[in-house]
């Protein structure tokens, strides 16, 4: 079984590549790593005070929710799990840290993706990327140019997919 890490930003566009991967995985099982970045804390009530669960619902919308939802049913023989997590580092050594820790054998992103901040405390995750001790897979997704509606949203997911051949390069 393999572990992939997936960054995300809490908005469904980002949640194409883990289609594209369960698709283009086939039968195999695999899990997927959903991870947002975020600047920790910085007092030291912020921080007593601070809690992942409360965090990630407080960023995760009902149509992200519900897509993760969608994916985990449409999904299930090949999926073994789908989890959100923060990194909260500031370093590439924690990046490393972290990807070690969750056991990851590749980071996935979409080449056309750009990330957005949902929050103030939220960070870019692409310098970590950029240096990530696993190798990272870039794939060709189509992005929609705008925001997914719930009734889009339910047949996006739903729909199988016609040609599985797209590219995925490694960098």
């Known amino acids: 079984m393999r572990t992939i890490l997936i960054p995300t930003d809490f908005t469904v566009n980002s949640l194409l590549p883990v289609k594209k991967i369960l698709q283009v995985n086939g039968s195999d099982e695999v899990r997927i790593l959903l991870f947002h970045c975020v600047h920790a804390p910085d007092s030291i009530t912020d921080l007593l005070l601070f809690s992942k669960p409360r965090e990630i ?5 009902t149509e992200f929710s519900d897509a993760c939802e969608i994916i985990r049913h449409r999904f299930a023989p090949a999926l073994n799990s789908l989890v959100i997590d923060l990194f909260m580092g500031n370093t590439h ?28 405390q939220s960070a870019d995750p692409m310098p970590f990327i950029k240096k990530s001790p696993v190798p990272v897979l870039e794939m060709d997704i189509e992005i929609p140019a705008s925001p997914l509606t719930r009734n889009r949203l339910a047949a996006l997911f739903l729909e199988t997919e016609k040609n599985t051949t797209d590219h995925v390069a490694e960098r």
């Open 57 to 61: 619902r407080r960023l995760s919308g």
């Open 93 to 120: 050594s924690a990046f490393e840290n972290f990807v070690e820790g969750w056991h990851a054998d590749a980071v996935c992103l979409a080449k056309q993706m750009t990330y957005a901040k949902p929050s103030a």
